[in-house]
């Protein structure tokens, strides 16, 4: 039975407004043709949030540290709503400000996570198609770390980089950061359509992957892979989540709410029937309870529009915690490389989380 709570973390996207223009970005047509939402919209959606039991609010874009109202919305979410947690997610294009970011600190910034791609300037800027951006990412860290802020990092697995993941993890690791997560570049929403080739095999990446942990995973605090099939990381199970595992990931996002800010209360109800229906077993439903449920059910929805599983996946021990392989990856690579792992099959999707949050809810996730 899945032990650990739901998470209780949501994301705010203020608009799609940035200063970078990233290779990978999901959002380059919407960065172009949308405009960000105003002050008081972002009151709105905050409180909004707060209503629906939320406790850490996760500020996101674009890039959102370039509005002119950020250290007011920081504080608005922190004093008058009273959000347990407070992150921002950045570039670090303000926070390489050393005055921004003790503005942030005294608004009730807990926690900023920071994107960094490379472990030189070479690399990272050009991944984000900017100059100066790696500076800038180095400066936030150096800044947020001084000031006593929770530090964590981003870094976008493609195939200009992967095989720097343990150089990154050094790099990371000395500038004092000790929560990070590697995020295997996801061909979603205008990230689908990219032009330069980004793509690189989970075969291929996965033996840097397994490098960098086995140097770094007693270093760290926290590592997470994101988006990467437990069949190929034999081992390290305990450090991926997938679609199955973020409800259960502290610090991943409530997606059973997040669709009815995105969308509306009815899509959400509808897509959660619908994979009570299609998805769930009625015995797993009364073992964790209707909750944990509807929250089940809606991530098995969306994997189920995104993702693809190989015939053999119906051997592996993980079939039923793993969501499988991006279709749009499957169609330019197939599925060959999958594995299906033998063994008794795992029913429980938080089953090898358990293990990287074993401490949980005594640590204080920031
Ligand atoms: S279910 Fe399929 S993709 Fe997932 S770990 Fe098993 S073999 Fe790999």
Known sequence: MSILPLTTRIDANLGYACNNDCLFCYFKERKRTRNSI????????????????????????????????????????????????????????????????????????DDVLISLHGSSARLHDKLVGRGGAYDNAVEAINNVIRAGISCRTNTVVTAYNYREASNIAALIYSLGVRKVNY???????????????????????ASHIRAMLSLYKDKFKAISIKVFPFCLLGGYEEYITNFFQNIYDPYEWDFYNRVRI?????QRDLAVAAGLLLFMDIRRILQIGFRKSCYESIVRVQSFRECVKAHVCRRCKYDYICPGIWKSYAQRFGMNELNPVLGKKIKDLDFCLRKRFSDYPIEPYA
Request: with cysteine; aromatic share 8%; glycine share 4%.
């Open 183 to 205: 995020i295997y570049f996801s061909p979603l929403d205008d990230a689908a359509n990219v032009e330069t080739d980004l793509w690189v095999r989970y075969s291929d990446t």
């Open 38 to 109: 105003s002050t008081q919209q972002a009151k709105r959606l905050f409180s909004r949030i707060k209503r629906l039991g939320i406790e850490t609010l996760e500020i996101t874009g674009g890039e959102v540290t370039i509005r002119d109202d950020i250290i007011e919305l920081i504080a608005f979410a922190k004093r008058d709503l009273r959000f347990k947690k407070i992150t921002v997610i950045t570039n670090g294009s303000r926070f390489c400000d050393e005055e921004f970011t003790a503005s942030a600190s005294a608004a009730g910034v």
């Open 262 to 266: 995105r969308r509306n209360m009815l």
